[in-house]
């Protein structure tokens, strides 16, 4: 049986076959479900994220940090997303509209 693979390569699986744990993310009251292998850099770029960018939303407000999803293929796409391999994230993902004809960053946000 062939392994599944995400855009990046990595496998994609259940929370248990990729051994998906939860990472708190520090001083943003948030936790992601990522791969043990990628958690450290995510976390500590999100945690950079919510200090210099913007904050991450909060618990208890909308929910739209995502991380780990074991997801169908992408679509209009033929392959998984990394998501389901629990190597990305996506923070306050309904302000900053993955392929939306503006990102919703502030010139001086991008520039961060």
Not at 95 to 100: E, L, R, T
């Given at each position: 049986m062939a392994i599944l693979k995400a855009q990046n390569g990595w496998p994609v699986g259940t929370k248990q076959a990729l051994g998906v744990q939860n990472y708190i993310v520090d001083g943003a009251?948030?936790?992601f479900p990522l791969?043990?292998?990628t958690a450290p850099i995510l976390c500590a770029f999100a945690a950079k994220f919510n200090v210099m960018v913007e904050?991450?939303?909060k618990a208890g407000t909308t929910f739209d940090d995502w991380a780990f999803n074991q997801m169908e293929v992408i679509p209009g796409q033929t392959v998984y997303?990394?998501?389901?391999?629990?190597?990305?994230?996506?923070?306050?993902?309904t302000?900053?509209?993955?392929?939306?004809a503006t990102s919703?960053?502030?010139p001086q946000q991008?520039?961060?």
């Open positions: 009251n948030q936790h791969i043990p292998a904050p991450i939303n997303s990394n998501h389901a391999a629990g190597c990305a994230i996506d923070i306050n993902a302000k900053h509209v993955w392929k939306a919703g960053f502030t991008e520039a961060t």
